[in-house]
């Protein structure tokens, strides 16, 4: 079974900062998608940024990028010049090429001071 | 073009009683997946409705089904609801022909089971 793990529960950056949140994963699967989504208070999850397993290169949206490093099956999210608008839960998601279902780790909750 | 929407946004529920909890997809989103969110387990996988037809199912008991009608509205009913059934239920619906099943989710219905 597909299993997502993000070890920091919390994690807190000065605004316009940078900040890095870990996510590794368990797949015996060659071909999947990843994804970071983010969840602010609202509740409503947003997609922040993904990743094609095939691709060597690092997605980029903006001021968000990822880290993916297939071989150690990690997948960490970048977040440069942080704003307060970028607080919220952020999930890491593995989903593999040809099912629907999303496998989400346990949450990041990302806090912006002024 | 409107987003995912779920109704109603808050319900409060008895043991014992049931509940049906609705979401309507995006124009032309076809796929629905339903998720239960809670802080003791995440965010897992329910089920999945494609084209009127469950595609998918997630690891829960039989108390909880769902459907889906031909404009693709869904609609997950739980029966004889429990204390921890109370969660944060989130539709997502997915666009037809899109590479990466990306999965666009609505604001979500918090059920409160007393």
């Known amino acids: 079974a597909q299993t997502v793990t993000q070890s920091q529960p919390e994690m807190s950056v000065q605004e316009a900062e940078t900040v890095t949140l870990s996510c590794t994963y368990d797949?015996?699967?060659?071909?999947?998608?990843l994804f970071w989504y983010k969840q602010p208070p609202s509740r409503q999850m947003i997609l922040v940024i993904r990743?094609?397993?095939?691709?060597?290169q690092n997605a980029t949206e903006n001021r968000f990028s990822v880290n993916f490093q297939k071989a150690a099956k990690s997948f960490s999210l970048k977040i440069s010049d942080s704003q307060l608008g970028d607080a919220a839960m952020y999930f890491c998601?593995?989903?593999?090429?040809?099912?629907?279902?999303?496998?989400f780790g346990e949450g990041t909750q990302l806090t912006v001071n002024p | 073009k409107a987003g995912v929407t779920q109704t109603p946004r808050y319900l409060i529920k008895t043991r014992g009683q049931q509940v049906t909890l609705s979401c309507s997809p995006i124009s032309g989103h076809r796929s629905v997946s339903w998720y239960q969110q809670t802080p003791g387990q995440g965010l897992q996988f329910l089920f999945e409705?494609?084209?009127?037809?469950?595609?998918n199912k997630g690891n829960f008991p039989g108390r909880f089904s769902g459907r889906q009608f031909s404009n693709s509205r869904s609609e997950m009913n739980v029966s004889t609801l429990e204390l921890g059934d109370s969660a944060l239920y989130l539709c997502a619906s997915t666009p037809r022909g899109s590479s990466y099943n990306e999965q666009f989710f609505g604001p979500g219905t918090r059920l409160t089971v007393l």
């Open positions: 797949t015996s699967e060659s071909d999947y998608y």
């Open positions: 998601a593995y989903k593999v090429v040809s099912g629907s279902r999303l496998t």
């Open positions: 409705y494609f084209s009127e037809t469950q595609r």
């Open positions: 990743q094609e397993a095939y691709k060597q």
